[in-house]
């Protein structure tokens, strides 16, 4: 039984053939995406009605929307050096396999931060605790959903390594494409474990330590190695001006990627982001902005930042740590104070920074022109959007 539900993997079904624009793109990975939990789904269901209810909820939060910008910078490095002639068909398993990676990201990183919403949506501990209740079964839903969520996004990482298996690929390349893959994985721990640190320890860090965060937490797995895993999917052939290049760009776009997150996580518009707006502020999260909006602030202005919930400055002269994390936190009154410091027009001023140095290191690299464009394109759009 334990190997059928492994091996219980039907063919995935036709796609379009390249030229593939990025919406077709999106349609093919969403395509290749709800195969493969079809699958899942009809295996686990003989095993016990709860685990296929298991794994239809599973499915439901991977498919439930998204950019899915992880496969489409990944097909674009791919492409710039493939060229407009190679089928992505083969290698649409590894492409929709970075998007269950990021399911798995998102679900421990709700849970994390103790998140209700998430793209317009309850979070899945917060579907798992609902159906808790609705049951009315025993035991604490909170920590029902908790628990299960966790297992959520266990198994998104195990069905990510699955999808990527089935990309077919000398050994010789897998083996490159493995390799890139598991770095992404290990610094998008890295730089989760500092997030929930910086939380932990606002009074040691600063605007360089939360840049180092954006760097391993958001940059490495968003862009920077989805486009090295993409230029390693194209096969092995000496390409390290590429590389270099893609290098470059995936840091600085993948670092504006979250410095524009930063922005939206304070002043963004809950309808269109799908999640409340200052929660970041509400946990005491020391992002860029609000480093930035300290080490900008008057005496005055840094006072009412370190101010708790109870109205106490820490300490008394407002020369401590960051704000104090609390729910009573007037999230209003601090976004204003954050943007009297002159914190998110320099944060603006980062984000076109790292924009002109990722496009300008593309300009550098022999790639296909199409692939530069759009990568181009991309790196504009997914730094200057709504949510």
């Not at 266990?154 to 893959?181: E, H, K, M």
């Not at 000496?238 to 997150?261: I, K, M, S």
């Not at 930063?262 to 799908?274: E, F, H, Q």
């Not at 919930?309 to 960051?322: E, Q, R």
């Amino acid at each position: 039984m334990a190997n059928d539900i492994l091996e219980g993997n039907p063919p995935l079904r036709a796609v379009p053939r390249q030229s593939v624009p990025s919406g077709g793109l999106v349609d093919a990975v969403e395509g290749t995406l709800a195969d493969f939990l079809t699958a899942q789904v009809v295996s686990l269901d003989p095993v016990d009605p709860a685990l296929g209810h298991f794994a239809r909820t599973t499915r439901d939060l991977v498919l439930r929307g998204g950019k899915r910008l992880r496969p489409t910078f990944a097909y674009w490095g791919w492409r710039g050096v493939a060229g407009p002639d190679q089928p992505v068909e083969p290698i649409l398993p590894a492409l929709a396999a970075l998007e269950m990676m990021h399911t798995f990201a998102l679900v421990h990183d709700d849970v994390m931060d103790r998140s209700d919403t998430r793209r317009g949506a309850p979070t899945a501990h917060r579907v798992f605790a609902a159906q808790h209740r609705a049951d009315q079964r025993r035991g604490d839903p909170d920590h029902f959903g908790s628990t299960s969520a966790i297992l959520v996004g266990d198994l998104c990482l195990i069905w990510a390594d699955q999808l990527l298996a089935r990309t077919p690929l000398s050994t010789a390349t897998l083996f490159a494409v493995r390799g890139c893959y598991d770095r992404m994985r290990v610094e998008a721990v890295a730089g989760q474990y500092l997030d929930v640190l910086g939380e932990s320890r606002p009074d040691a860090w600063s605007v360089e330590r939360a840049l180092l965060v954006a760097r391993h937490k958001t940059a490495s797995y968003t862009v920077q190695r989805p486009m090295q895993f993409g230029l390693t999917l194209a096969g092995p052939s000496d390409r390290d001006e590429v590389d270099e290049a893609y290098n470059t760009y995936g840091v600085a776009v993948g670092e504006a990627f979250q410095l524009r997150d930063d922005i939206l996580g304070v002043y963004g518009d809950p309808a269109v982001t799908g999640k409340p707006a200052g929660d970041d502020l509400r946990t005491g999260k020391p992002t860029a902005l609000l480093m930035l909006a300290r080490q900008l602030a008057t005496r005055a202005q840094r006072a009412e930042l370190d101010t708790g919930p109870a109205g106490a400055v820490i300490p008394a002269d407002g020369s401590g740590g960051p704000l104090l994390p609390g729910p009573d936190i007037d999230v209003a009154r601090l976004a204003r104070i954050i943007s009297d410091t002159g914190a998110p027009a320099r944060v603006e001023a980062l984000i076109s920074d790292r924009v002109a140095e990722g496009i300008a290191a593309l300009d550098r690299a022999p790639i296909a022109e199409d692939a530069r464009t759009a990568l181009t394109e991309l790196a504009v759009t997914a730094t200057h959007r709504p949510a």
